[in-house]
């Protein structure tokens, strides 16, 4: 017997890895052998030039400080002294780490006032992390340093000898350890700096960097842009902070454009052309107050926010003000919002993210998040850290989503930190408008792997004072579902009757929605919600479950008036 299941346990393994290689791209096969085995040394000869712009620096898009005093961190909601941590302090979760390297603070909110604290902090970086040495090196915060090194000399800072030294030297090392392996995002980054480093400097090596970074944005950009706008790893987090990315592009390359080529100056035409519709992709997946909503890898807080993504935008001459429409379909991502004063609904009926690249993709198909006057009222759970422990996995899970889970899986195989096997498949999606009501449905294939096959089918109807969401699985044999529906923090579930229930203020005790459930095995379930990395806020589920033969159908009812 132990024999059998040891078989079954290998035979599953198995089954999951090549439900989760078999989407890959061959450079991240052969890119990551040759990433691993290269040995490339620092290219330490000095710096090229200085180049010389053409126009003015706009100010770019500001986050909160990152540092309370000198050398002293505050990153992911946690503290740390440099004196104590140094650079690479093992006991640090990796991205806490990451984010020393990146150098946000020098272009961050009042960093004028910080003046003395960054030109320390640089200099002590260029002492404690030798060339080609340890996480500074790694290219990722390579490349979001050197942006923002060159971000904050562009700003009216001087940078001194030594760190345009190093400069030059992380440009030549970055040449080597391009991303090719992990494509997405990183690869993206990559490219930026290079264009950054391409332009501060002149003279015919920066003229290579330059064009090797234009080169790769020409297909990258077209790879990950979406024709509705959106950043195809369908995260609004990280599709803020590719909003960031194409506005600072924009901007630096307005500074030094006597620089450009002519197919340069076309690429940065297109990237103009572009910025409104990914402003209107963020503004469409932002709640009433201001901030994102939490699909995939999401969290407030790493990103600029919209309004000051939209100003940014404005300085650099871009149209930035957006009006949205009852109902909006993010065709390409797979997102759609629906909105009738007071209430504001966006859902997920799209991929999980590209088959290649589901790192940062959670089991959230079909879930939603809805706000009423102005208040976030059903969430999904965010996303407190990275890694690859069992709170990272839970979070990536579908029970931590406002959606239906049917028998304990989830829609998608979200596994180890940042990988996905089998992926739900979203299809039959229809989105409409009637006299009386705003409609979204669509059906998703991730449970098919279960016995009888079953398809979950959502259908949202949004009308005045009233949020309908049906819910059906079809297919065959016995099942088990479970209808979550996840309150913001400071709502508390009152229940009134056995199919009743109130969603109530902790801080009044005013009620904000009353919901009727058909099911009547309602209950309430402490949850957690995480807005920011480092941060669990305790909250509050309603769990409708109900089982047998299919169909399963079920109808959850919410119900408001003014305030």
Excluded at 412 to 426: E, K, L, M
Aim: aromatic fraction near 10%; proline fraction near 6%; glycine fraction near 8%.
């Amino acid at each position: 017997m132990h024999k059998v299941e040891k078989l079954g346990r290998v035979a599953r393994a198995a089954e999951l890895y090549f439900h989760t290689l078999r989407h890959l791209k061959p450079v991240q096969f052969y890119g990551r052998a040759l990433f691993r085995l290269a040995r490339p040394r620092p290219d330490l000869s000095p710096p090229p030039p200085l180049g010389t712009r053409s126009a003015q620096w706009v100010v770019p898009a500001r986050r909160a400080p990152s540092l309370a005093g000198p050398g002293h961190f505050q990153f992911l909601n946690e503290s740390g002294l440099l004196i104590e941590t140094g650079w690479d302090d093992p006991r640090r979760e990796k991205l806490w780490r990451y984010n020393q390297h990146y150098f946000d603070d020098l272009n961050a909110r009042d960093a004028q006032n910080r003046r003395d604290w960054h030109m320390a902090l640089i200099g002590e970086w260029i002492a404690g992390n030798p060339p080609g040495q340890g996480t500074g090196w790694e290219p990722y915060p390579l490349s979001l340093r050197m942006v923002n090194w060159i971000k904050w000399a562009l700003a009216g800072n001087e940078l001194p000898p030594d760190a345009i030294e190093s400069l030059a030297i992380q440009a030549r090392w970055l040449t080597r350890r391009l991303e090719w392996h992990l494509l997405g995002n990183h690869l993206f980054a990559n490219a930026k700096a290079l264009v950054f480093v391409g332009l501060y400097f002149a003279g015919d090596e920066a003229s290579r960097w330059r064009d090797l970074g234009f080169r790769i944005l020409a297909g990258e950009f077209r790879e990950q842009i979406l024709p509705d706008g959106g950043q195809f790893e369908r995260s609004p987090m990280y599709h803020a902070l590719a909003v960031e990315d194409v506005l600072d592009l924009v901007n630096v390359c307005t500074c030094f454009a006597s620089e450009l080529n002519t197919a340069q100056v076309g690429q940065v035409m297109h990237w103009r052309e572009t910025a409104p519709s990914m402003l209107r992709w963020l503004e469409a997946m932002c709640h009433p107050d201001g901030e994102i909503a939490f699909f995939n890898d999401a969290a407030i807080g790493i990103a600029p926010d919209k309004a000051e993504l939209k100003r940014y935008a404005r300085q650099l001459g871009l149209k930035a003000t957006v009006r949205l429409e009852d109902i909006v379909w993010l065709r390409d991502s797979g997102y759609a919002r629906l909105a009738r004063e007071p209430a504001v609904l966006i859902a997920d009926v799209g991929p999980v993210g590209p088959d290649y690249l589901p790192g940062h993709a959670h089991a959230d198909t079909l879930s939603f998040e809805f706000s009423l006057h102005g208040q976030r009222i059903i969430v999904n759970s965010g996303t407190s850290q990275y890694g690859s422990g069992a709170e990272r996995l839970r979070q990536r899970g579908t029970a931590a989503h406002s959606t239906l889970v049917l028998d304990g899986c989830d829609s998608s195989q979200v596994w180890s930190g940042f990988r996905v096997g089998r992926r739900a498949r979203p299809f039959d999606v229809e989105v409409t408008e009637t006299a009386r009501a705003l409609l979204l449905q669509a059906a998703h294939d991730g449970y098919t792997r279960l016995h009888g096959r079953p398809i979950h089918h959502r259908e949202w109807q949004l009308a005045k004072g009233e949020l309908k969401v049906r819910d059906t699985v079809s297919g065959a044999g016995g099942h088990r579902a479970e209808i979550l529906f996840h309150l913001a923090p400071g709502l508390v579930p009152m229940q009134t009757d056995e199919r009743t229930w109130q969603i109530c203020s902790k801080a009044t005790r005013g009620i904000h929605a009353t919901v009727e459930f058909d099911a009547a095995d309602v209950k309430k379930i402490q949850s957690s919600w995480h807005p920011q990395f480092g941060l669990t806020l305790p909250s509050w589920a309603l769990s409708a479950s109900l089982s047998g033969p299919c169909p399963l159908e079920h109808q959850t009812v919410f119900r408001w008036g003014d305030l």
